[in-house]
Antibody
Framework: EVQVVESGGGLVQPGGSLRLSCAAS????????MNWVRQAPGKGLEWVSG???????YYADSVKGRFTISRDNLKNTMYLQMNSLRVEDTGVYFC???????????????WGPGTTVTVSS | YELTQPPSVSVSPGQTARITCSGD??????AYWYQQKSGQAPVLVIY???KRLSGIPERFSASSSGALATLTISGAQVEDEAAYYC???????????FGGGTKLTVL
């Protein structure tokens, strides 16, 4: 079964760090377009970062310079290292894979249940 | 780069619901539509402007013309109550963006 599961969320003080993990099964992370998407409490979806085929990485302006996306091919796992966390980074963080059905990347059809990050003093 | 959606749409069961999404890059980039029910992860329902993902009911359809994409639910059901998000990419095709979401009420 194709699935992803996030972990690593928790409570952290402003200015602190967290590393989120996204463990994949049923497909290969290194051969896929992978994304992190977050959702603040009661708010909409926000694309955070992408790690695409060939190792290209992309970030939303709101996290650029603070977050780093990476992967471990042996563990088939993607990560999001989050530094200098702010209160506004609070939310549920989803890992999502781009669909392999589509002719072009852009639609995410495999989502994890999410992991909650709370930034508060 | 932004995608703009109405905050809410309300219809009675069996009626047609239409949710719009506007954005400057839509004439050149595909639109995608997600359904998110309360407390759950989003589900991709439409990709590449108008293609329905396998397993999605036929009452879900979509189109895109110029800077406007539209999701149509023909004969909306109570179980279709959810937040719907459009998504696309920036002009470079690498940064993804979501619309603000539309809460669909069916009652």
């Amino acid at each position: 079964e194709v699935q992803v599961v996030e972990s690593g969320g928790g409570l952290v003080q402003p200015g602190g760090s967290l590393r989120l993990s996204c463990a994949a099964s049923g497909f290969t992370v290194s051969s896929s377009y992978m994304n992190w998407v977050r959702q603040a409490p009661g708010k909409g979806l926000e694309w955070v970062s992408g790690l695409y085929i060939g190792g290209r990485t992309y970030y939303a302006d709101s996290v650029k310079g603070r977050f780093t996306i990476s992967r471990d091919n042996l563990k088939n796992t993607m990560y999001l290292q989050m530094n200098s966390l702010r209160v506004e980074d609070t939310g549920v963080y989803f890992c999502a894979r781009d669909s392999v059905v589509t002719a072009t990347p852009g639609g995410m059809d495999v989502w994890g249940p999410g992991t909650t990050v709370t930034v508060s003093s | 780069y932004e995608l703009t959606q109405p905050p809410s749409v309300s219809v009675s069961p069996g009626q047609t619901a239409r949710i719009t999404c506007s954005g400057d890059a839509l004439p050149k980039q595909y639109a995608y539509w997600y359904q998110q029910k309360s407390g759950q992860a989003p589900v991709l329902v439409i990709y590449e402007d108008s293609k329905r993902l396998s397993g999605i009911p036929e009452r879900f359809s979509a189109s895109s013309s110029g800077a406007l994409a539209t999701l149509t639910i023909s004969g909306a059901q109570v179980e279709d109550e959810a937040a719907y998000y459009c998504s696309s990419t920036d002009s470079g095709g690498n940064h993804r963006v979501f619309g603000g979401g539309t809460k669909l009420t069916v009652l």
